[in-house]
């Protein structure tokens, strides 16, 4: 996923507020040691919370992205950062970390996101905080199921378009990026999302241990039934 893409990513991105979701990280977990960011994309966030003083590993499926996040490592001189590419659900650290993080819908890609958060938990210390996101079912059905989404970049534009079925949302990811010559090279991606309600997903985390969850729409606002981010801390018990 994202192989191929990956160059166009953080273009398109601009628009997150990658500082507020920082922000909002880093109320909610220990306020020193060390974290883990699964499905950590070019790194920008697992960097920003390098900067902040936590020592920081990044973790991603795409080989491509884990390149751009290490190339962006190196470009601001970040050394208590290592990044590599790896599975979500078989993740097996040698030694427990104090928090992981998932963010930008990495849940979503998960069908089934039992053996994710199995692996999550104890691959935390006693006392541990797992925060991640999830595109709600709002979102995803009401939103972006069943439509089409444009826009030009600098030179790249995209065509996005989404089918709902059921549960899922396949999506359809088309990239024109204009060369020298004034031709463009064409890109595609295809990408499945999974719906999840959130009352299932606190369930599953208590399912496997988590001694408490909290849910918060974007950035610890209250949650509503328009609400299209919903952010998950689960603790584990000391």
């Known amino acids: 996923m994202y192989d191929g893409l990956s160059e166009f990513y953080d273009l398109f991105m601009q628009d997150v507020d990658y500082n507020a979701w920082c922000d909002f ?4 977990i220990p306020t020193k040691g060390c974290g ?22 990044g973790v991603d499926l795409s080989p491509e992205m884990v390149a751009i996040a290490m ?12 990044f590599a590419v790896g599975n979500a659900e078989k993740i097996n650290l040698s030694i ?23 692996n999550t938990y104890n691959n935390l210390k006693a006392g541990g905080v797992f925060v991640f996101d999830i595109s709600s079912e709002y979102k995803l059905k009401k939103v972006l199921g069943n439509n089409v989404y444009t826009e030009e970049k600098d030179g790249v534009v995209y065509v996005w378009n989404n089918n709902l079925y059921r549960n899922r949302v396949d999506m359809f990811l088309s990239f024109f990026r204009r060369d020298e010559d004034g031709r463009y090279t064409r890109f595609d991606e295809e990408q499945t999302q999974y719906v999840h309600n ?6 599953a985390l208590k399912s496997v241990g988590f001694s408490s969850v909290e849910i918060f729409a974007d950035f610890g606002e209250n949650l509503s039934k328009n609400s299209e981010r919903i952010h998950f801390i689960a603790k584990k018990g000391k």
Do not use: W
Request: aromatic letters at 8%; glycine letters at 6%.
């Open 25 to 28: 990280i880093s109320h909610h």
């Open 36 to 57: 883990l960011d699964v499905g950590c994309g070019s790194g920008k966030l697992t960097l920003m919370l390098s900067q902040r003083g936590f020592n920081m590993s």
């Open 71 to 82: 190339k962006n490592a190196r470009r601001n001189a970040i050394t208590n950062v290592s």
């Open 96 to 118: 427990p970390v104090d928090f992981i993080t998932a963010t930008c819908d990495v849940v979503n890609y998960l069908k089934n996101p039992i053996d994710f958060f199995k």
């Open 198 to 203: 959130e009352n299932d997903i606190i369930v």
